[in-house]
């Protein structure tokens, strides 16, 4: 079976740096995407550490990005290695979205990987209670109050 897809006509050309960052992320994430389910959680959950959440903003950006610099990004099947991407592009940039794993809470279920940023799916069709996660990777909560002043000491 076979899909028609159209790109967009309106591309945003980035700078070269930004776009061999994401390069180097699209790269990062096609070789992290081999990993069983469970490992891939932990290395994303590791490289998370020390972020700050994205703004919805910045994930689109990032989305836009990492869609311009990649071709194979674009297809149908590629949710898992792109939303690794887009959340390795955030990370260069010092945040991170949430990350998430889940499937279609209606028939047909179907596996589907997606970044969310300010409790918003960042380029994706329909809303939270369209989708049931099954792994999510957000950013780490800051410390603060007394968690701060325990981890000190």
């Not at 490992?39 to 959440?53: F, S």
């Not at 809303?127 to 990777?137: E, F, G, K, P, Q």
Request: proline share 8%; glycine share 4%.
């Amino acid at each position: 079976m076979s899909f028609t897809t159209a790109l967009p006509s309106e591309r945003v050309r980035f700078p070269l740096r930004p776009r061999l960052r994401a390069r180097t992320a699209v790269t990062a994430a096609r070789l992290l995407t081999r990993l069983a389910p469970h490992r891939l959680e932990r290395a994303l959950t590791r490289i998370a550490r020390g972020a700050v959440p994205a703004t919805e903003a910045q994930a689109t950006n990032a989305r836009e990005l990492v869609l311009s610099t990649s071709l194979m990004m674009n297809g149908h099947r590629s949710c898992l290695p792109r939303s690794v991407a887009i959340a390795l592009t955030c990370r260069i940039r010092g945040t991170w979205p949430t990350w998430c794993v889940g499937t279609l809470m209606s028939p047909p279920f179907s596996p589907h990987a997606w970044v969310e940023a300010q409790d918003r799916l960042i380029g994706e069709k329909g809303d939270h209670a369209s989708w049931a996660r099954l792994i999510t990777v957000a950013a780490p909560e800051p410390l603060t109050g007394s968690r701060a002043a325990s981890s000190t000491q």
